[in-house]
């Protein structure tokens, strides 16, 4: 499937509040997905002074430009970090388990919030109000990766958000 990837110039205000996770949060970089001619989602990372480090607390915020059900980004969710090199299936079953508890199905316009804390706990929001929390750095690295990794099936996407492309 062909993706289009867009710069959406407009700052994105994060209704969960990141201080309780990282001091001074800030706009790292952010992007659209697109499929074809569907708009998916606008993505934005945001880390302590807008500066992303590995190992360090940021968030991602995804804010979905359609109606997708929570079971459906799990699954693609699982798909992606097999696609990264994830290949112990025993813990992909547990991973899409824990998503599939925490995901809820989201209507356009609704935003999912992942945030990698100081302890490498993830935790996740649904526009201001707590999902669940995934206690497992692996997924936590696995999961982000998804976005975040020189391998992602995205790169375009990555530069945006890591702000190396203005």
Not at 62 to 69: N, V
């Amino acid at each position: 499937m062909l993706n289009f990837l867009s710069f959406n110039a407009g700052a994105q205000v994060s209704p969960v509040a990141l201080q309780a996770h990282f001091d001074a949060p800030a706009l790292v970089g952010k992007a659209r997905l697109k499929v074809i001619f569907w708009d998916i989602y606008d993505a934005s990372l945001i880390a302590p002074q807008g500066t992303f480090e590995e190992n360090k607390p940021f968030a991602l915020e995804l804010k979905y430009l359609r109606d997708f059900k929570g079971k459906e980004i799990a699954s693609r969710s699982v798909d992606e970090m097999r696609d990264l090199g994830m290949n112990d299936e025993v813990k992909l079953a547990k991973w899409y388990q824990e998503m599939q508890d925490i995901f809820p199905n989201v209507k356009e316009g609704e935003m999912i919030t992942g945030v990698v804390d100081a302890e490498n706990v993830s935790h996740f929001y649904l526009n201001e109000t707590p999902l669940g929390k995934v206690h497992d750095k692996e997924f936590s690295i696995w999961f982000f990766d998804i976005w975040l990794s020189e391998e992602t099936s995205e790169p375009e996407m990555r530069r945006q958000l890591l702000g190396l492309v203005k």
